[in-house]
T-cell receptor, first 111, second 114 residues
Framework: LAKTTQPISMDSYEGQEVNITCSHN???????ITWYQQFPSQGPRFIIQ???TKVTNEVASLFIPADRKSSTLSLPRVSLSDTAVYYC????????????FGKGTKLSVIP | DVKVTQSSRYLVKRTGEKVFLECVQD?????MFWYRQDPGLGLRLIYF???????EKGDIPEGYSVSREKKERFSLILESASTNQTSMYLC?????????????FGPGTRLLVL
């Protein structure tokens, strides 16, 4: 399982775009990158998943460079309700049942 | 929507008690997981199960056991609770995809062992 490294914490003002970068130098060819969001006293929630280039959904965008050794979760115009811990995971469906959650990035949105 | 429910949101037990945490999912998922979450340590995998009556150890299985008699239900058992097992316990179920497992989590059980 590829190990991931993220910043421990980030602060942002409301309305700003937030970019959280995750490094995964040992990512395997079959691995995808997945991000989860966790609010206090709740379980993590799936946000977005991608393999290469760019993926966008109604919540976020995920940018993955050609070498795939890192990825960036982009949250447009954050609000106070985006205050949460964000986890970056790397894995594949090739016989791999478990995912490894690191310590995540605690995002604090300031009014 | 996938629903994962856990039997209790809060639980207080005494040292040495046997503790059962129950988890039920309603989406016919093959795989189920138990994690614990502690401040500064993130989520740590205790056990997972990829089929009925099958189980695999995660990163921190010591002091825990699991049971999966039915596909929708995955139980975590603390044979003799200790104070260092005070934690938030999270259950998840998942389905496999090309990008690996997409996990759906329950609301968590906050366990206090006195």
């Amino acid at each position: 399982l590829a190990k991931t490294t993220q910043p421990i914490s980030m602060d942002s003002y409301e309305g700003q775009e937030v970019n959280i970068t995750c490094s995964h130098n040992n990512i395997a060819t079959n691995d995808y990158i997945t991000w989860y969001q966790q609010f206090p006293s709740q379980g993590p929630r799936f946000i977005i998943q991608g393999y290469k280039t760019k993926v966008t959904n109604e919540v976020a965008s995920l940018f993955i460079p050609a070498d795939r050794k890192s990825s960036t979760l982009s949250l447009p115009r954050v609000s106070l309700s985006d205050t949460a811990v964000y986890y970056c995971l790397v894995g594949s469906g090739a016989g791999s049942y478990q995912l490894t959650f690191g310590k995540g990035t605690k995002l604090s949105v300031i009014p | 929507d996938v629903k994962v429910t856990q039997s209790s949101r809060y639980l207080v037990k005494r040292t040495g008690e046997k503790v059962f945490l129950e988890c039920v999912q309603d989406m016919d998922h093959e795989n189920m997981f138990w994690y614990r979450q502690d401040p500064g340590l993130g989520l740590r995998l205790i056990y997972f199960s990829y089929d009925v009556k099958m189980k695999e150890k995660g990163d921190i299985p010591e002091g825990y056991s699991v049971s999966r008699e039915k596909k929708e239900r995955f139980s975590l058992i603390l044979e003799s609770a200790s104070t260092n097992q005070t934690s938030m316990y999270l259950c998840a179920s998942s389905f496999p995809g090309p990008g690996g497992e997409t996990q759906y989590f329950g609301p968590g059980t906050r366990l206090l062992v006195l």
